[in-house]
């Protein structure tokens, strides 16, 4: 079965500063890749996707993420990080054929002034 | 555009009384529909999928159901609520056939 690994917990940045947010997944094809975020008390919001095609896919709010299959990740980064964007983020794979998301355990993003 | 509504959004129930929280999604058709628990500081456990009406999957075996009478709506229920209950639940949708999944804003419920 496919799974999600975020090994950092939390995470904290200073404004302006970069920020990469690492995933790695466990999957035999290439998978569909997908990354979250979650403000306090709200539901999730889609960032970006992977497909298939370029493995550098951009999203909204300026981030984008890296697809590495040799490396099985697919790490977000954003490279100056904006006191809003603290929150909770989400790595997420499809599991092919059930229709289903599998979702990591999440990376709470602190931003220091 | 697609829109997805989750009410009640806070709820404050007793252990032993019944549940109902609805879902309801605008502008497409014939979506996936998942309930999604969130226990606090945890991450996201799915409950249930829906590919079609009258159509539902179970992931976890609990004290929970769900029910989709039409083809835009998903009923999440309980009978008797458990303190166990208590949490953030999350509805979302997606595409037939595609993967990315549009999530509603939540219904915090608090089980007394």
């Known amino acids: 079965a496919q799974s999600v690994t975020q090994p950092d917990i939390h995470i904290t940045v200073s404004e302006g500063a970069s920020l990469e947010l690492r995933c790695n997944y466990s999957?035999?094809?290439?998978?569909?890749l997908f990354w979250y975020v979650q403000s306090p008390g709200q539901g999730l919001q889609l960032l970006l996707k992977?497909?298939?095609?370029?493995?550098l896919v951009q999203g909204i709010k300026g981030f984008e993420a890296e697809f590495k299959r040799s490396q099985s990740s697919f790490n977000l980064r954003k490279p100056s990080v904006h006191w809003s964007d603290a929150a909770e983020y989400f790595c997420?794979?499809?599991?092919?054929?059930?229709?289903?998301?599998?979702f990591g355990t999440g990376t709470r993003l602190l931003v220091s002034p | 555009s697609q829109t997805i509504h989750q009410w009640p959004a806070t709820l404050v129930q007793p252990v032993g009384s019944p549940l109902s929280l609805e879902c309801t999604v605008e502008?497409?058709?014939?979506?996936?529909l998942y309930w999604y628990r969130q226990a606090a500081g945890r991450g996201l456990q799915l409950l249930f999928y829906?590919?079609?009406?009258?159509?539902i999957s179970s992931e976890v075996p609990q004290n929970l159901s769900a029910s989709r009478p039409q083809d835009r709506q998903f009923i999440l229920s309980s009978k008797k609520l458990l303190l166990s209950d208590s949490g953030f639940y999350l509805c979302?949708?997606?595409?037939?056939?595609?993967?990315?999944?549009?999530f509603g804003p939540g219904t915090r419920l608090t089980v007394t």
């Open positions: 979302a949708w997606s595409p037939t056939g595609r993967g990315e999944q549009y």
């Open positions: 999957y035999g094809a290439t998978p569909y």
């Open positions: 992977y497909f298939s095609g370029d493995t």
């Open positions: 997420a794979v499809e599991d092919t054929g059930f229709q289903k998301l599998v």
């Open positions: 502008g497409t058709s014939n979506p996936n």
């Open positions: 829906s590919v079609g009406i009258g159509q």
